[in-house]
């Protein structure tokens, strides 16, 4: 579309973030959908996450608790629609560039803010809005200046005495746009069906681990920049160079040392984790290495119990005939080898068998 007046580009600087948030929901049953929960997090501090960059952020809803600070506000009267909705948010906003979100964008990320911005500022267009998987234009996924934003709101207040119930199309109607495609970013909750989509697609395409990480830091209350490398690694030799267990317990003492010691920044964090995984593989070493001298001490010993048989072997005197006489293997002094040099043995009589009184031996 063509704008209302031309504008210069200007760089990608500072922003600041108007959230919607205050939306009825009916096709989720009126449920609470910016505190629907995917993948452990809210969508609202999903999105709150993807404006971390903001110099300010307003999110027009009533409030309540979030992973980020922010300043709340309403549109009057509430629900009165997304464009009153945006006219409220923006009243708080000074910067040159604004960035216009819904709260329900499980897949938003802070790389797709800066791409927005960075398109708005390159192209020198009113507004840079992300386009979902079939073209259509997303315009709450959206960077704007500011200054487009107003003439076009004061134009449609003066032309429908008010903004209540208007849709967004007319709001976009009056602006020149530029388009950034992102099929995975502009993806939003509106049903159940995609709160399902969402949920199912963070555990199936290999996000769980950051997924994870960042429902922990949000849980806990914490905002850390985490090497997930460093420490899956500290992880990894502290199992195999000392034990299993040895894995969380290792990274445990690893974030109350960087805590406690370097105010637990990620450089504190990193140091603390590469003193750790040094140590474990230290201790991997000393085992090996003892492993390997009980090893060569027990050859060792193997050999020479072998060798003091054999010598006891060719100690031993042989009897005549090459043989050794019947006790034990050992000639006795006064034994003689039977002739042939058979053993000769004398058994005593079975108690069993002996001859009954008056019955002779048997001779044979």
């Known amino acids: 579309m063509t704008a209302e007046t031309p504008t210069e580009p200007v760089a990608a600087g500072p922003y600041d973030a108007v959230v919607l948030a205050g939306g009825a929901a009916r096709r989720l049953g009126g449920a609470d959908k910016p505190g629907m929960r995917v993948g452990g997090r809210a969508l609202l501090d999903r999105v709150l996450d993807a404006s971390a960059g903001a110099r300010s952020t307003v999110v027009v809803a009533d409030p309540r608790p979030t992973a980020r600070p922010v300043l709340w506000t309403r549109e009057d009267p509430p629900g009165a629609g997304p464009l009153a909705a945006l006219a409220a948010g923006l009243r708080h906003t000074t910067a040159e560039c604004v960035v216009v979100l819904s709260a329900d964008l499980p897949f938003l990320r802070e790389r797709t803010v800066g791409s927005l911005t960075a398109a708005l500022a390159a192209s020198g267009a009113d507004g ?18 500011t200054s487009a934003l107003h003439r ?26 530029t388009r950034v495609p992102d099929a995975v970013a502009s993806f939003d909750c509106d049903t159940w069906d995609d709160i399902a989509t969402a949920r199912a697609r963070i555990r199936e395409h290999g996000h769980v681990l950051d997924e994870w990480i960042s429902a922990v830091k949000d849980e806990l209350g914490i905002d850390l920049e985490v090497d997930t490398g460093v ?27 960087a805590a406690r010691h370097g105010g637990a920044g990620p450089e504190a964090v990193a140091e603390a984790a590469h003193k750790a995984a040094a140590l474990a593989r230290r201790w991997a070493e000393e085992t090996t290495e003892e492993a390997g001298e009980m090893g060569k001490t027990g050859k060792e010993g193997k050999k020479g119990k072998e060798g003091k048989a054999e010598d006891a072997e060719q100690a031993a005197p042989a009897a005549p005939g090459g043989q050794a006489a019947a006790t034990g293997g050992t000639a006795a002094p006064g034994d003689v080898a039977a002739p042939g040099g058979a053993d000769r043995a004398t058994a005593a009589p079975d108690p069993g068998t002996a001859p009954r009184p008056g019955t002779a031996p048997d001779a044979g």
Do not use: M, N, S
């Open 152 to 177: 076009a709101l004061t134009r449609l207040t003066r032309e429908h005495t008010g903004l209540a119930g208007l849709p967004l199309r007319r709001l976009t109607a009056g602006l020149r746009l």
């Open 128 to 145: 840079a809005l992300l386009t979902d998987a079939d073209g259509r234009d997303q315009p709450l996924v959206a960077a704007y200046r």
């Open 231 to 257: 420490l899956l690694d500290l992880a990894r030799d502290a199992a195999h160079g000392v034990a299993r267990p040895a894995a969380p317990l290792t990274t445990f003492l690893v974030g109350y040392a």
